[in-house]
């Protein structure tokens, strides 16, 4: 979530307090029919406290959350749904699916045709009673946004959050290696992904044969390097004009070559580890110090305070080399099909409301997309202990408003799928970069012709 939120007014801190607490009464209101709201997801995108807090503002509301992975949920359940004309109330839309699903306005309920109606959420930290989407559309990042918009102009889903992408590292195996620990001095060693290849082959050299040969090395997996240089540039797959089929240029943009020549000198080069990310080892070697850095959004930290707790203290954070950067981020959306649209905008208003976004950063690192937070005291003055007191909300926000939009289109998932499997091909020694780009190349045809 990047962004700058509104400090909440007296009555909102009161009543987060007594959330707390346990003790919180709701402001008297006439008693509401029960109401179900039903919401597919995937991660962490709806948080455990802040439903807690809003059955407390609405104990008339059940919130039935159904879990899945990414790919079968926005990929293949959403399918479903939209030609079956029934499903949930809510559905989360990651960004790399942005493009397909802003071809389908036919599947979402327009939000500008909505209105909330709870004026007791403004006093909890939400928005008045009477706002439609674009109403709030000026307390977002407007590429965050307009990643939402489906491409006849109607609003089909609000951000959540805003990856941002950060280098997080190891100071104890920093200065175990002899490099500088201050994350200003790390920084500097990276002004480009050129440098930071080089300071991950001076790692190297300090690392002992055995150390080596147990897998140990710089960062954690050389290919996380290509969608950061991708997501750096200001086009990726198709031409930048913002219809709905602009013209694919994923063999003729220079940033994908870049991005992808890039990661094969790291892999090459031998600065990552062998391992897979969300993998059992991946979670045990960010433990062990079996690698240096990681290339963190910001929900990352979370994720690594829950895998690796006893190295708390011995991580910070320092900025990407070039310029900011930034991974993933989601819309929550309305299926036209919806039973309950009402609660359902009510809901995710008050959920997505800069109020909540703040909080949500602030106790699991999704860093908002609610930008009129990126000025806030609230924001940039907020550290975190377990990541050496670094200033992440100032450190986030920096990074992610250095970034320019890009335009996600309407095969973003499937082409990603296919580079990162040719890069696989080339970290696991299966083929040569040339060969492998030129399967990439083929594989893509297909895809683009189906």
């Known amino acids: 979530m990047a962004s700058k939120w509104k400090m909440r007014s007296a009555i909102a801190i009161t009543a987060a307090a007594a959330i707390g607490m346990g003790v919180f009464t709701a402001p008297a209101k006439a008693a509401a029919d029960p109401v179900t709201i039903t919401i597919w997801t995937f991660g962490d995108v709806i948080q455990r406290k802040l439903i807690q807090e809003y059955k407390v503002l609405h104990p008339e509301v059940t919130l039935q959350i159904k879990k899945s992975d990414l790919d079968p949920l926005d990929g293949t359940n959403m399918v479903t749904a939209c030609t079956a004309k029934t499903g949930p109330d809510i559905v989360a839309v990651e960004v790399s699916y942005s493009g397909y699903w802003r071809s389908y306005p036919k599947c979402f309920q327009d939000l500008r045709q909505m209105t909330t109606s709870d004026a007791n959420a403004s006093a909890a930290g939400g928005i008045p009673a009477g706002q439609n989407a674009d109403a709030l559309k000026s307390n977002y990042l407007s590429w965050r946004w307009a990643q939402g918009v489906a491409f006849d102009g109607s609003v089909i889903g609000i951000p959540t959050d805003v990856g941002g992408l950060e280098v997080a590292y190891r100071t104890d195996l920093f200065k175990k290696a002899g490099l500088p620990t201050n994350r200003d001095a790390v920084s500097k060693l990276w002004p480009t992904w050129e440098a930071f290849i080089a300071t991950g082959q001076k790692y190297l050299k300090s690392l002992k044969p055995a150390e080596v040969k147990a897998g140990k090395s710089f960062l954690d ?21 913002g219809t709905e089929n602009g013209k694919l240029i994923y063999d003729t943009n220079p940033q994908v070559k870049l991005a992808w020549n890039t990661t094969i000198k790291a892999t090459t080069a031998g600065v990552g580890s062998r391992i897979g990310q969300y993998t059992s080892d991946w979670n045990i070697g960010m433990s062990k110090g079996t690698f240096a850095t990681i290339l963190a959004p910001a929900w990352m930290m979370d994720y690594i305070k829950a895998q690796a707790p006893d190295t708390a203290g011995k991580w910070d954070i320092a900025h990407l080399p070039v310029s900011g950067g930034n991974q993933g981020g989601t819309q929550l959306t309305i299926p036209s099909y919806a039973k309950n649209k009402q609660a359902a905008y009510d809901f995710i208003t008050w959920y997505l409301a800069p109020a909540q976004e703040l909080e949500v950063f602030k106790t699991y690192g999704l860093f908002p997309a609610a930008s009129v937070l990126y000025k806030d005291p609230a924001l940039l003055n907020f550290t975190d202990p377990f990541f050496s007191n670094a200033p992440v909300g100032q450190i986030y926000a920096d990074g992610v408003s250095k970034l320019k939009p890009i335009f996600e289109g309407k095969l973003q998932r499937a082409i990603d799928t296919a580079i990162g499997a040719g890069l696989g091909r080339v970290a696991a020694k299966k083929m040569t970069a040339d060969k492998s ?8 045809k297909k895809v683009v012709n189906n």
């Open 437 to 444: 780009w030129a399967q990439v190349l083929s594989d893509l």
């Open 221 to 241: 997996n050389a290919g996380t390097i290509y969608a950061a240089i991708m997501n750096q540039g200001t086009a990726k797959y198709y031409a930048n004009d």
